[in-house]
């Protein structure tokens, strides 16, 4: 799956807004400003409030989503550092989910 992070939406950088330094802080095709809105912002909190519930980071919960139950084998994620590519592989530690945790994903999803 490509972008399973949405162009770093799902990272956790974006939690309380727009960092100087993010994709959507520049001229960057992906990911415009415009779309990082309060109510986008507020779904990726309650997100992460779900991976931390599951002793995750937001990234790492979204990767597990993508690859629970085989569905999909590979995931592309980008990563700017040694310590994202450590996060996303920390993923892999806890593919498991309960089907409240499911129910709860694609209530904040589908609002």
Do not use: C, H
Not at 68 to 84: D, E, F, K, N, P
């Amino acid at each position: 799956m490509f972008s399973p992070l949405e162009q770093g939406l799902l990272s956790g950088r974006y939690l309380n807004g727009i960092p100087e330094d993010s994709r959507a802080a520049s001229d960057s095709p992906f990911l415009k400003s415009e779309a990082v809105t309060e109510e986008l912002v507020g779904k990726l909190r309650a997100l992460d409030d779900i991976a931390k519930s599951r002793g995750q980071s937001l990234a790492q919960l979204a990767l597990a989503w993508v690859l629970r139950g085989g569905r999909v084998t590979s995931a592309l994620v980008g990563a700017s550092s040694a310590r994202q590519i450590e996060d996303s592989v920390g993923a892999l530690s806890r593919l498991d989910f309960e089907a409240q945790e499911l129910t709860r994903i694609d209530a904040v999803i589908n609002g």
